[in-house]
């Protein structure tokens, strides 16, 4: 947070004045359940009016991975100019979706028209992290204790439906396919073929 214009980040036409981490209860929060919902909001002074404006999130884990970008794609805004005001613009991650982590936020607020701009980009501007007790089933790990890997662990629902069961090259299949064949009547011109005195089925 900037408590002043002075030093908040952003030029004449914006400053950036606040980054928060919000819980699913409304609260400030550095340390959020990996089951829970999580809400980033930007605030932010618009100081000359005119301009279409986009704010948008860059999420970076430990590693420096970028996990996603986020744009702003509110209808009531989207490619609307903005009059001189505050703004609170928010978007909601939902649970169960991040890996547990550290995770850094980059803020930023541009424009695509006519041409691109940015008015700010402030590259740390909230840190956060998911944790992840164990103990609750009820995230992507289920019963599995050991570490999820990858940037994002969504629960995506499964479906397995059971079947009767046929394994192609099973031995008593085999066995009754060699038994058709054996008894199958040769043709006439296989016949004719046969050595003097064979038996033909």
Known sequence: MWLTLAEA???QTLRLRAVRVRNERGQVAPIVDVREAI???MAYDVLEAGHTLVPNLHFYNA???CVFMLHDLDPAWRNKPRPI???VSRVTI?????NAGVLTVEAVI???VPDVAVFVDVLNAVTF???DDLVHKDTARGDYAGTMTGVVRPILEWQ???EPLSIAGDDNDEAASNDAVAAAPLPPAAREALPVGAAAS
Do not use: A
């Not at 939902?94 to 991040?98: D, H, I």
């Open 110 to 112: 541009s424009t695509h």
């Open 39 to 41: 809400t980033i909001e």
């Open 9 to 11: 980040p952003g030029d």
């Open 160 to 162: 397995t439906q059971q």
């Open 129 to 131: 992290e998911i944790t």
């Open 94 to 98: 939902p649970g169960n979706y991040l």
């Open 85 to 87: 005001g505050h703004y």
């Open 63 to 65: 590693d420096k991975v």
